[in-house]
Each structure stands twice: as structure tokens, then as C-alpha cells.
């Protein structure tokens, strides 16, 4: 307690989305929009995808490798501000409003994996950042499940962000940006994988080969926000 009074005197924070005065303990988010944080609904059973016209546009075209994919709320309002803190603003405690979250959704989705990973960062981005937001989230969900967490992807150097791509750009950027950690071998295990933010699913579908290959079970995803992936440019 005295820690956090101290830091509330000495770095006095405000709520990432309203902008409001907040304590240290609150992480960066007031209770008000702290509630304003939905639970995903509706969307693809196998891949959470939007469904239009009864296609999902994420797998309803191609081979989709994760056996399930579950995301946590969408990619608008509260949920986005405090994702862009933690990735651009480097207010990595944001983590843990976002990691709580993840546990709730995992626990209601009735997904019992082995071992759990997150998408990963090559080192320049990682030493920039100072971090991998999706490694943190992956790691307290390990935590408090009991399972072990580890570092199962690699990406390859100086791959260019994904930010600014649109559709296709994305969908080519994913070919030969990972690889499986060198003499990577998994016995037959459930694999979680956690990442931050689903456009187009991509990444998670290229990664989620890549351990299948390395001998695992079955691949499982979790993302915190859906992105709508019709708001990117077709070209």
C-alpha cells in the first residue's frame, strides 16, 4: 500500500482512456471504463472471426491450422486504448488490466493446453519496445494456470511491422517471417498461443503451422481484441 502512495505522489498516472486522475494500483484504467470492457460475442465458432452472409472471413476460405481461436473483447473504445498504451506509450503495467482478462476468457472457453507461448519479437523491435506485450500477458496466464511458458517462435530479423500493411500485404508478410526455435520438438502437447491483436489472423495461422510441425497436438489461439479486418485497404 505504501508503494503505491508513493508512487501516486511521485508519478501520478491518468486512465489511458478518459483521461481521468487514477491510482498507481489501478494500472493506468478507472473502474468507470474498466467496465466498459465487453466480452466478444458472436463471431466464427472455430476462429472468432466477423461472419458475414454466414462465411467467415477470416478461415472460411483457407485452411485454418488452430484447432479454436478465442478473443477477448474488440479492437474499439477502452479495449484499444489500452493496448495502444502498452505497445506505443510503453505503460507496460497496462499488461495487467489485459492478463486478467485473457484468464476470464480462457477459463470460460474450456481450453485445457500443456504449455503456452505468444507470438513472438524479433530482438530489435523487443529492445526498442523494451518488451513483448503479448509475451507478458502469456506469462501470468501460465502463472496462474500451473502450466510452463515458453519460447516456442522465433521471428525472423529486421521483418518489417505489419502496422501499416493492408490485406494482402499482411497475408504475404507472414510467409517466411517465423521459424520454430532451432531443435524445437514438441511431444504430442496442447499448445496455447497468445497474441495482442487479430486483423486478419495470419500470424496466429502461420505460427500455429509451424508448432504443428514441430510435433504439437493441437495449436490453440488467444488474442485480446479483434480487429475489423474490412477496414483494411484491399490491394
Same mark, same amino acid.
Given at each position: 500500500?505504501?508503494?503505491?502512495?508513493?508512487? +501516486?505522489?511521485?508519478? /501520478?498516472?491518468?486512465?489511458?482512456?478518459?483521461?481521468?486522475?487514477?491510482?498507481?494500483?489501478?494500472?493506468?484504467?478507472?473502474? *468507470?471504463?474498466?467496465?466498459?470492457?465487453?466480452?466478444?460475442?458472436?463471431?466464427?465458432?472455430?476462429?472468432?472471426?466477423?461472419?458475414?452472409?454466414?462465411?467467415?472471413?477470416?478461415?472460411?476460405?483457407?485452411?485454418?491450422?488452430?484447432?479454436?481461436?478465442?478473443?477477448? #473483447?474488440?479492437?474499439?473504445?477502452?479495449?484499444? #486504448?489500452?493496448?495502444?498504451?502498452?505497445?506505443?506509450?510503453?505503460?507496460?503495467?497496462?499488461?495487467?488490466?489485459?492478463?486478467?482478462?485473457?484468464?476470464?476468457?480462457?477459463?470460460?472457453?474450456?481450453?485445457? /493446453?500443456?504449455?503456452?507461448?505468444?507470438?513472438?519479437?524479433?530482438? @530489435?523491435?523487443?529492445?526498442?519496445? =523494451?518488451?513483448?506485450?503479448?509475451?507478458?500477458?502469456?506469462?501470468?496466464?501460465?502463472?496462474? @494456470?500451473?502450466?510452463?511458458?515458453?519460447?516456442?517462435?522465433?521471428?525472423?530479423?529486421?521483418?518489417?511491422?505489419?502496422?501499416?500493411?493492408?490485406? @494482402? =500485404? $499482411?497475408?504475404? #508478410?507472414?510467409? =517466411?517471417?517465423?521459424? /520454430?526455435? $532451432?531443435?524445437?520438438?514438441?511431444? =504430442?502437447?496442447?499448445?496455447?498461443?497468445?497474441? +495482442?491483436?487479430?486483423?486478419?489472423?495470419?500470424?496466429?495461422? *502461420?505460427?500455429?503451422?509451424?508448432?504443428?510441425?514441430?510435433?504439437?497436438? *493441437?495449436?490453440? #489461439?488467444?488474442?485480446?481484441?479483434?480487429? +475489423?479486418?474490412? $477496414?483494411?485497404?484491399?490491394?
Amino acid at each position: 500500500m505504501a508503494r503505491y502512495l508513493l508512487l +501516486d505522489l511521485l508519478l /501520478p498516472s491518468r486512465c489511458v482512456a478518459c483521461g481521468s486522475p487514477v491510482t498507481a494500483r489501478r494500472n493506468h484504467l478507472c473502474g *468507470e471504463c474498466a467496465g466498459e470492457i465487453a466480452p466478444l460475442r458472436g463471431g466464427c465458432p472455430v476462429c472468432s472471426g466477423a461472419v458475414e452472409e454466414g462465411l467467415c472471413l477470416i478461415c472460411g476460405d483457407r485452411h485454418w491450422y488452430p484447432g479454436r481461436s478465442i478473443i477477448v #473483447s474488440e479492437y474499439r473504445g477502452v479495449m484499444k #486504448s489500452v493496448i495502444g498504451a502498452l505497445k506505443f506509450d510503453g505503460l507496460r503495467g497496462c499488461y495487467r488490466i489485459l492478463a486478467p482478462l485473457a484468464l476470464e476468457t480462457l477459463a470460460s472457453s474450456g481450453i485445457l /493446453p500443456d504449455i503456452v507461448t505468444w507470438v513472438p519479437m524479433n530482438a @530489435r523491435k523487443r529492445w526498442k519496445r =523494451g518488451f513483448n506485450q503479448s509475451e507478458l500477458i502469456a506469462r501470468h496466464i501460465a502463472a496462474r @494456470r500451473g502450466l510452463p511458458a515458453r519460447k516456442l517462435i522465433v521471428e525472423r530479423r529486421n521483418s518489417p511491422t505489419q502496422r501499416e500493411l493492408g490485406l @494482402r =500485404g $499482411r497475408l504475404l #508478410s507472414c510467409h =517466411g517471417r517465423y521459424r /520454430p526455435r $532451432r531443435g524445437l520438438r514438441l511431444e =504430442g502437447e496442447a499448445v496455447l498461443l497468445v497474441d +495482442d491483436v487479430f486483423t486478419t489472423g495470419a500470424t496466429i495461422n *502461420e505460427c500455429a503451422r509451424l508448432l504443428l510441425e514441430a510435433g504439437a497436438r *493441437e495449436i490453440f #489461439s488467444l488474442a485480446m481484441a479483434r480487429a +475489423d479486418i474490412k $477496414r483494411l485497404e484491399m490491394f
